[in-house]
């Protein structure tokens, strides 16, 4: 019997070890693969941010190069390269990264493929322009096929994007799911281990009772947690001393498996606290990935200086909530930081200050106080405020700072980061839009607009009077013997006189008047709201200037000069595109030439 009852405890501790080591077993599996699954989540954050940082590279390579184009200043073209070695660099890395997902590695190569063609145009145009040859590389931009390009390769781009955050979504719901199985696998797993544990007592119990009462005051004792205690008395038969050395080794083995389950069941909970910080984390950075990824969206396409600050206004608070600062960046001469912009209540100076009072900018890097003493305060904040100055750099040059009152939390330190790089990309991106802008409106020689943007203007102003019924005059004007001063004293003299001529005509005029240099010595002015009657006494007082103006080139006098001026107002009957008009304008103006010069006459049918 005593054999039997051995057999019987023997096998049935011989199962409860195998489900012991299959609990431990399962325990481990599944936090591997809780660990793999939030591997493939990191692994998606990091497809999306080298798509990310691939497509900036590219654009700022495009800007680059336009910059280079178009205003002949070759310091725009020392970064294109190093901007398509970066774009081509994260293409390439992105390939690989996909090489696990046929379908997103074919997505990624597509993407490749288009960001090549845009590669290479980019490099023919600015060899092209290297080469001396702008105009044709001003064509080549013109054409627009960098610019479908970048659309194309946009469009494919963001379904690439939107694959890998839906892939990234399924893979965290993934890692959760398998991080539940841990979870329940460890609540169920624990209680049915000491339901068996406690069947072989009960079994023991049940069929050995004086033989084993040692047996079972050690096995009681275990039951009451007493994992230490072992049979150490001399049993009365073989079949006793081995069930008491199988006991022996059991309570070892227990002991030792409840410790390895006791740590394991700490690491699970480290482990599953760290994966949920980190899946925060990612969710926490792809919503500000996203949110930025709008706001450079908008700063990129904002065409004036207030559109830029309104998206700044309308998304800096949304990035970095409860921070008031404010937006400053260099003016034309480099010595002054203006504000651009200030947001959640705060107003920055309107005068500024000068680069060397920020402390970042001198570093070229963050400088914040925190604390009350925790650091040196730049001259231009309060000395009691705490606050955080971001430099804004694109190209190692820096531009402006970022300037947030109060303190930023290092949970925000990802966010500011990203977003001054955008901020600092769309600045300098603005500034070479509107640059472009002034020289295609803009005469060089006097800053007059030129004859193009009176015509674009003029059409404008019409389809305005005709609606609004408003009085609409154009002023036609020339210099007169202008021919004198090329011919007396060359043609720098003469283009001395149309300097003068245009700054006293620039400083005469209404602001809302549209100065223009129409060609040569002739000039035209665009005034909305005013009829002919109403401009001429303008006119006169313009008149009267010119001939007030001493002209001078170097040491030597040129004498003075004059202009005549001939005026129209317009009419329903004129056409719609200012030709009629100008037509009425020149016509009086060669009255006024026939009649003398230096004198304004009005067009006949506006007199009347």
């Keep these: 019997m005593f054999t039997s009852i051995t057999a019987r405890i023997a096998a049935f501790g011989a199962l409860v070890l195998i489900a012991l080591l299959a609990l431990i077993w399962m325990l481990v599996d599944a936090s591997i693969q809780t660990r793999d699954s939030f591997r493939w989540v990191t692994h998606s954050a990091e497809v999306i941010e080298t798509m990310d940082d691939a497509l900036v590279a590219l654009r700022e390579a495009e800007s680059a190069q336009r910059g280079f184009v178009l205003t002949r200043n070759a310091s725009f073209a020392d970064p294109t390269d190093a901007r398509i070695a970066d774009a081509r660099q994260s293409m390439a890395r992105l390939v690989r990264l996909t090489a696990d997902n046929r379908a997103q590695n074919i997505r990624a190569r597509d993407v490749q493929a288009l960001a090549e063609r845009r590669v290479t145009l980019l490099r023919d145009t600015l060899e092209q322009a290297r080469r ?135 690491d699970l909970q480290a482990a599953h606290a760290q994966l949920l910080r980190n899946s925060d984390t990612l969710q926490e950075r792809g919503e500000a990935i996203e949110l930025l990824g709008g706001m450079a969206h908008r700063m990129q396409a904002a065409r004036t200086d207030e559109e830029l600050a309104q998206v700044i206004r309308v998304f800096v608070p949304r990035v970095l909530p409860g921070v008031p600062g404010a937006l400053y960046a260099h003016n034309n001469s480099r010595n002054l930081l203006v504000p651009i912009t200030g947001w959640n209540g705060f107003q920055p100076r309107e005068e500024g200050f000068a680069p060397d009072q920020c402390w970042a900018l001198r570093r070229g890097q963050s400088h914040f106080v925190a604390q009350p003493g925790g650091d040196i305060v730049c001259s231009h904040v309060d000395a009691d405020l705490l606050y955080h100055c971001e430099p804004l ?146 006119v006169e007082m313009v008149r009267k200037g010119i001939m007030e103006i001493v002209l001078r080139q170097g040491g030597r006098a040129l004498g003075s000069t004059s202009m005549s001026f001939g005026i129209a107002s317009w009419a329903d009957k004129m056409a719609i595109d200012g030709s009629t008009l100008v037509q009425a304008a020149d016509a009086a103006l060669y009255r006024a030439k026939r009649e003398g010069r230096n004198r304004a006459v009005i067009d006949l049918p506006a007199a009347a």
């Design 132 to 266: 001396g040859q702008f105009d044709a590389a001003r064509g080549s931009i013109a054409a627009g096929t960098g610019r479908d390009l970048m659309t194309m390769l946009s469009l494919r781009a963001d379904s690439f994007l939107s694959e890998e955050r839906a892939l990234r979504i399924t893979r965290i719901a993934a890692a959760d799911s398998r991080l539940a199985w841990v979870r329940q696998l460890a609540l169920v797993g624990g209680p049915l281990l000491a339901l068996a544990i406690l069947s072989i007592s009960l079994l023991l119990i049940w069929g050995i009772r004086q033989p084993l009462g040692l047996i079972h005051q050690a096995m009681t004792a275990l039951g009451r947690g007493d994992r230490d205690r072992r049979v150490t008395a001399t049993m009365g038969s073989r079949e006793f001393a081995q069930l008491a050395h199988g006991y022996n080794a059991m309570a070892d083995q227990l002991q030792a498996a409840i410790a390895d389950q006791g740590r394991s069941a700490q």
């Design 393 to 538: 750099l694109a190209g190692g040059e820096v531009i402006g700072t970022l300037y947030l009152q109060g303190v930023v939390q290092e949970e925000s330190r990802f966010r500011l980061t990203v977003m001054a790089e955008n901020i600092s990309s769309a600045l300098v991106n603005h500034r070479l839009q509107r640059g472009l802008r002034e020289q295609t409106i803009r005469d060089p020689l006097t800053g007059l607009f030129n004859r193009r943007y009176m015509q674009e203007s003029l059409a404008i102003e019409i389809a305005r009077a005709r609606r609004s019924g408003a009085p609409l005059s154009v002023v036609m004007c020339d210099i007169d013997h202008f021919k004198r001063f090329n011919d007396e004293f060359g043609h720098d003299a003469g283009d001395t006189v149309l300097q003068s001529v245009a700054t006293e005509m620039r400083s005469r005029f209404r602001d809302g008047d549209i100065v223009c240099r129409y060609g040569g010595e002739e000039f035209a002015v665009i005034a909305p709201g005013a009829t002919a009657q109403a401009l001429a006494a303008r």
